[in-house]
């Protein structure tokens, strides 16, 4: 998977048609996206199949924007379940700087975290395969 990017917008009306326009001019394909805004700060969560092409429309735009190595995980879709692998990754000393669910199995959810260290993230995940935790 590719990177995903974390994109800072104004919370107002047609920023986020803005910016998928600007990316599609580009050619660049949103494989994956969801926003979240509170008062006048919006975000945009995205992976596009374009990582060069993305940081180049985002730093056009002016957008302040972070990026991660995106670290796919089988969440138990249940009370607690996304707690679990969070934790997992705080104890690890691991960030997380933006996540998508991208999928859904019956009982899983698969998500994309984007983080800041991938080798010790994936190494969370591990040890939490070996006791069970997940």
């Known amino acids: 998977m590719h990177r995903q990017f974390v994109v800072q917008l104004d919370n107002r009306p047609g920023e986020l048609a803005h910016l998928a326009r600007a990316l599609g001019a580009r050619g660049v394909n949103l494989t994956h996206i969801s926003c979240a805004g509170t008062g006048s700060i919006a975000c945009a969560f995205m992976t596009t199949a374009e990582d060069d092409e993305t940081r180049d429309v985002l730093r056009g735009l002016g957008h302040d924007f972070i990026e991660g ?65 997940g």
Do not use: H, W, Y
């Open 69 to 133: 190595v995106t670290v796919v995980v089988d969440v138990m879709d249940r009370p607690g379940g996304l707690a679990d692998i969070a934790e997992r990754f705080a104890t690890a000393g691991v960030n997380i700087l933006g996540t998508l669910c991208v999928g859904r199995r019956v009982g899983i959810l698969e998500m994309a975290f984007a983080v800041d260290d991938e080798e010790k993230a994936r190494s969370a995940l591990v040890q939490a395969e070996l006791s069970g935790v």
